[in-house]
């Protein structure tokens, strides 16, 4: 169905896609798309730079040197990409980091989703019909990861990474009381002294809240 919306809409440019999809987007859209990166994993520069995209890092620490943008964001435009095609959850059931930064960027805008992807343009002026016709508010993304982690976290109950996955998800919409219960189900699962430390925080921004309310 994302292969659908990008042919329905016509979105040119270079895609940045994950590398499961990356046959099937050959399969369905070549010679018109080239992928990112697929399952042969022919590249080892790009298998790199596929990483540190999908874990939206900002810096590498063995460079002498800064950027103006994140570093993620540097190899986006270093590719030229021009849209990013992702899964909302990774095998281990985590959502990729990536999804977050989108979500929260001026820089990029979702144009699909459904319960396992979704779709980012960038936010120029190539992209502007289908950002006016498409665009997903910034909560449907969440929801949708919400659904995806709950069927998961029903079917495989022993995976803490799906409780991490729901309380990033609950954050993110101000939702703290349930991002809170996730995170100890997650701990329950085992022991996470990040996890720890985040539901903290949640414990500190709640009892804030109630005392201000």
């Known amino acids: 169905a994302a292969v659908d919306f990008i042919e329905k809409n016509k979105i040119e440019g270079n895609i940045f896609n994950d590398q499961k999809y990356g046959g099937y987007i050959t ?10 990166i697929d399952t042969r994993s022919l590249n080892l520069n790009v298998i790199t730079d596929y990483g540190y995209i999908k874990q939206a890092l900002d810096f590498p620490g063995d460079l002498p040197f800064s950027f103006k943008l994140p570093f993620w964001e540097v190899l986006l435009d270093h590719y030229r990409v ?8 990774d ?9 977050f930064r989108l979500t929260e960027s001026e820089r990029w805008v979702p144009v699909y989703c459904s319960r396992g992807s979704v779709i980012f343009v960038k936010n120029t002026s190539q992209n502007r019909k289908v950002i006016k016709e498409s665009k997903v508010i910034r909560d449907d993304i969440y929801n949708a990861i919400i659904y995806g982690a709950s069927v998961r976290a029903f079917n495989n109950p022993n995976n803490p990474n799906i409780f991490i996955s729901l309380g990033e998800a609950f954050y993110k919409m101000g939702r703290y009381e349930d991002a809170l219960t996730a995170y100890k189900y997650a701990v329950e699962r085992n022991r996470d002294a990040a996890v720890e430390g985040k539901m903290r925080q949640l414990e500190l921004e709640l009892r804030t809240k109630r005392k201000d309310g």
Request: no cysteine; hydrophobic share 50%.
């Open 91 to 99: 095998p281990f059931d985590q959502v990729p980091p990536l999804i």
């Open 27 to 36: 399969w369905r859209l070549y010679p018109w798309k080239k992928n990112f």
């Open 82 to 89: 021009n849209y990013i095609f992702v899964s909302l959850l």
